[in-house]
């Protein structure tokens, strides 16, 4: 794990705040001070602003955020700090710092609104830090039991662990015995614990008579992490499927709980790389159907040249902050027969005109499915996002970052509905409706808004179904 340090200073090189606060006041003044004279010298100098400076087992990096720099100093304490995890904390900083200091003047802004700003971003940050370890899944509280099913209802056996989400999830999981769908498969499931601010990611073995189950339990902060791991997390549990092995539930849940964290893939482009008005450009006519399975995690076929398909690739990332995405950027024509239908469900692949339509005619590809023709300019697809399509639509002009900035918010809050309406899943099944019918009926949120987080929702606990 990482020490994290940020300061805020104007561009003249003035300190306004220091999160956690530096002791000796007038060494951070002078240090900072230092910081912004190097980085000005570098743009004179060398026409570009420097970046960052490494020593010993430290790094100091430098963000100029509209009318300020923030300094971010990292300590890391354990292994390498990697040049991909440096990044993330970067963006991470400049998207939670972008909105805070768009309207700030650093001529009138108090010591005191900026140690504000640095508090929220630190909580960020720090959030992230979880994120980005290579394991941000061995914090997991653990339990297991067997659960045996019965008309006359069921029991706990062989109880590990402890806990009053336990029986709350073994309730939620008496419905097993009816429910062919999960039987024969070792499956993974989300489900919000409200009243304890936590989220549970539960292992399920059955046969409809028994279940073995294993949850492990995350505190509320690990919210986003597992909803973007939540499908590598199940592909784990499908290579298990797959060995024919009988694992122990408890063997089962520490192979989980060892899931190595790739990060957000947008964190790994470039950012001058991306170009909302090229993608805008680029794709002119229903980018709102191609947005709407970004967002969902469908596959979406691109199909151009492969320069021009690359770039949009990477444009449409943007929408797939909140997920862990799969990306083919192209296939030639001689790989085709190594490819199988299940390969083809990777988040965006890139392919000529010619290797599309081979895959249709196999039947590896319906015409159904969301692709972005670049060599007609059309997007075809079964569902559209118009609030997205919205959002990009007032904001592509704006700068990268600020792009990224609003989205990202939009896309969280979609998480966090989506998280919430997990916790549906342990009511009985006209409570959940009702109480569905009461947060959809609210004013907080756009109808085509609600619907895309009740779709993640189901997609996370597929025992919400009877709500679609």
Known sequence: MFNLKISLVTSTGLLLASKPEDVDYTKQILATGLITALISFSKEVHHRELQSISYH???VSFI??????????????ESTLTEDILRQLLEKLKTCTSPLLEVADPDTITEGEASIILDRCLKDIQLLDISISERPLKSAEIAHFTLVHSDKGWKIRDQVGSGSHISMIALMLDTLKANEKFQGNITGILTFIENEKSLTYTIIDTD???SRVGILKFPQSLNLVLFRLFNVMNNHLTSL?????KFSMEEILHKIMETEDPGNRLSKIDMEDLSPTFLDRTVSRNLDKAIYSAIIGEPVYVIGDKPTVKLVIDSMSLFTQHLQTF?????AEEDITKIGKCDLQVRFWGMSSLVYKKFVEKELISEKDTNINLETTKVTGEKSSNHFKKLFDTIKKLSITEVVTKIVYDLEKLVDLSLDLTALALLDKEKAKARLKDIS??????????KKSLELAVQRNPLLDFLT
């Open 57 to 59: 087992d430290r790094t």
């Open 64 to 77: 100029r955020v509209h009318d300020f720099v923030l300094i971010l100093e990292t300590i890391d304490e």
């Open 208 to 210: 409809g008579e028994k």
């Open 241 to 245: 499927n797959d060995k024919k092995e």
């Open 327 to 331: 990306v083919s950027h192209w296939t």
């Open 441 to 450: 009926s609210s004013k907080r949120y756009a109808s085509s808004f609600f």
